[in-house]
T-cell receptor, first 112, second 107 residues
Framework: DSGVTQTPKHLITATGQRVTLRCSPR?????VYWYQQSLDQGLQFLIQ???????AKGNILERFSAQQFPDLHSELNLSSLELGDSALYFC???????????FGQGTRLTVV | KNEVEQSPQNLTAQEGEFITINCSYS?????LHWLQQHPGGGIVSLFM???GKKKHGRLIATINIQEKHSSLHITASHPRDSAVYIC?????????FGQGTRLTINP
């Protein structure tokens, strides 16, 4: 158990819908990262937050947004969902920006 | 060309064999990570390296910054080592991942 909690574990939704994925970092970790893993793209970095502020942005679509709340948990919002958004979404956390990151178990999103 | 290249993509070996997985990268990095992803999907961080060598149990990771190359070795491999091993490099604030090496250890 990495100490990073992601909910839900599985999510099935229809095209055009909006979903919210939640991540609770390890106790004491200030940095949260979101990653997407699809079959054809492998793991891709989406976005990073540090202590509530956005620190880095990767290949995140405009239909996706994220935030980190004062209690340091983070949410990834995916809207206008398309079939191609079906993937595993991982959250990871670390103490500081460039220290070792620990991964949650992932949320498997299926868009039908 | 991908920024992070792993080889081989797939590797099948017999229990007890010495395993080597390679990772080459083309960008400047502050650290390199080795991750393990089991069939259930969960990802475990194995090592974070910025120089030299690290060892944890039967796993050894090395990095050569000048050659932009890292290796992950598994000694006395076991079927429970079967997983996808992913190399990731930390550039400017983000991780860039290799495509992974699927390792299968047969009993």
């Amino acid at each position: 158990d990495s100490g990073v909690t992601q909910t839900p574990k599985h999510l099935i939704t229809a095209t055009g819908q909006r979903v919210t994925l939640r991540c609770s970092p390890r106790s004491g970790d200030l940095s949260v990262y979101w990653y997407q893993q699809s079959l054809d793209q492998g793991l891709q970095f989406l976005i990073q937050y540090y202590n509530g502020e956005e620190r880095a942005k990767g290949n995140i679509l405009e239909r996706f947004s994220a935030q980190q709340f004062p209690d340091l948990h983070s949410e990834l919002n995916l809207s206008s969902l398309e079939l191609g958004d079906s993937a595993l979404y991982f959250c990871a956390s670390s103490v500081m920006v460039n220290t070792e990151a620990f991964f949650g178990q992932g949320t498997r999103l299926t868009v039908v | 060309k991908n920024e992070v290249e792993q080889s081989p993509q797939n590797l099948t070996a017999q229990e007890g064999e010495f395993i080597t997985i390679n990772c080459s990268y083309s960008v400047g990095i502050s650290a390199l990570h080795w991750l393990q992803q089991h069939p259930g999907g969960g990802i475990v961080s194995l090592f974070m390296l910025s120089s030299g060598k690290k060892k944890h149990g039967r796993l050894i990771a090395t990095i050569n910054i000048q050659e932009k190359h890292s290796s992950l070795h598994i000694t006395a491999s076991h079927p429970r080592d079967s997983a996808v091993y992913i190399c990731a490099v930390r550039g400017a604030q983000k991780l860039v991942f290799g495509q992974g090496t699927r390792l299968t250890i047969n009993p």
